[in-house]
C-alpha cells in the first residue's frame, strides 16, 4: 500500500533537510501509516497555496495538518486533530516596534505585516482591524522571513511554536518570536490542526483516525513530538477523553 503526503517548508511541522523530508506532522504521519500497514511513504514538497487543490484534484493522498476552517472543509475531509496551536510574531530582535498582538499592529500605520498566502493568520489579522494595505503575501515562508530581515516587514505571523524554532535557528540577536496572548472568557483559545484528505479517500480517512485515537497522547507520541518543540500546551486540547 503507498500513500504520498505533501508537504510545505515550515519548521517545525516539515521541511527538507539533506535532501530529506522531516518535521513533527511527517515523523506523525510516518507512525500512524505505517501502524495501518502502509508500506510506501512518498513525500510532496509543494506550497501552501497548492495543499488544498492538490489533495482535491488527487494529485496526492494527504495533507499535513492544517488548521481547521468550515471553509476548509467543505473542500476536503479533515482527520480528527492532532496539535491546537496559537499565533505569534516573529519579529526583529528588540521588536522595534513593540508587535504582540494583531490589534496592536493594527494601531501602528506604518507597520508591515508578513503573512503566507491562504494561511489563517490573514483573516485573523483582518478581523482584529489590520488594514490590507499593512499586509504583504508571501508564497514560501523563507522569502517572508527575507523580507522581515530586510525590513520590508516588521511582522511575520505565523504559528508560536513555528516562530519559536525559526528564531532559535536563525538567533535571538537577530530575529525573536513573540507568541500572542490571546484570552476569551478566561481561556486560552488554541485553533486546531488536522491532516486532510481528498472527500472521497474515506477508508484511509477511518483508519488514520482509528490509529490517531490510539497514538495520540501516548508515551511515544509526546517523545517524538518533543524533539520538535511541540508540548503538552499543543497536545492535551485535541486529546478525546
Known amino acids: 500500500m503507498k500513500v504520498t503526503i505533501a508537504y510545505i517548508e515550515e519548521p517545525p511541522f516539515g521541511w527538507t533537510e539533506s535532501n530529506q523530508p522531516t518535521g513533527a506532522d511527517l515523523d506523525l504521519a510516518e507512525v500512524i501509516l505505517r501502524a495501518i500497514g502502509v508500506t510506501h511513504i512518498e513525500h510532496h514538497l509543494t506550497t501552501f497555496s497548492e495543499l488544498l487543490p492538490g489533495v482535491e484534484a488527487g494529485r496526492w493522498d494527504m495533507n499535513v495538518p492544517l488548521f481547521v476552517t468550515p471553509e476548509r472543509a467543505s473542500r476536503v475531509a479533515f482527520s480528527s486533530p492532532v496539535w491546537a496551536i496559537g499565533d505569534g510574531f516573529l519579529v526583529r530582535a528588540g521588536n522595534p516596534k513593540a ?65 519559536r524554532v525559526v528564531a532559535g535557528r536563525i538567533g535571538g540577536s537577530v530575529l525573536e518570536a513573540v507568541e500572542h496572548d490571546i ?45 520538535f518543540g511541540i508540548t503538552r500546551r499543543e497536545i492535551d486540547p485535541v486529546l478525546v477523553v
Open 99 to 163: 508587535l504582540n498582538s494583531y490589534a496592536l499592529l493594527a494601531e501602528r500605520h506604518d507597520a508591515r505585516l508578513g503573512i503566507i498566502a491562504g494561511q489563517v493568520q490573514h483573516q485573523s489579522a483582518r478581523m482584529s482591524g489590520v488594514r490590507e494595505d499593512q499586509i504583504v503575501i508571501f508564497e514560501q515562508q523563507s522569502d517572508a522571513i527575507a523580507a522581515l530581515r530586510s525590513g520590508t516587514i516588521d511582522a511575520y505571523a505565523s504559528t508560536a511554536v513555528g516562530n
Open 183 to 227: 484570552v476569551e472568557n478566561g481561556k486560552q483559545p488554541l485553533p486546531a490542526g488536522a491532516f486532510s484528505f481528498n472527500k472521497n479517500a474515506g477508508d484511509l480517512l477511518k483508519a488514520v483516525n482509528e490509529q490517531l485515537r490510539l497514538y495520540l497522547g501516548s508515551p511515544d507520541h509526546r517523545t517524538r513530538m518533543s524533539k
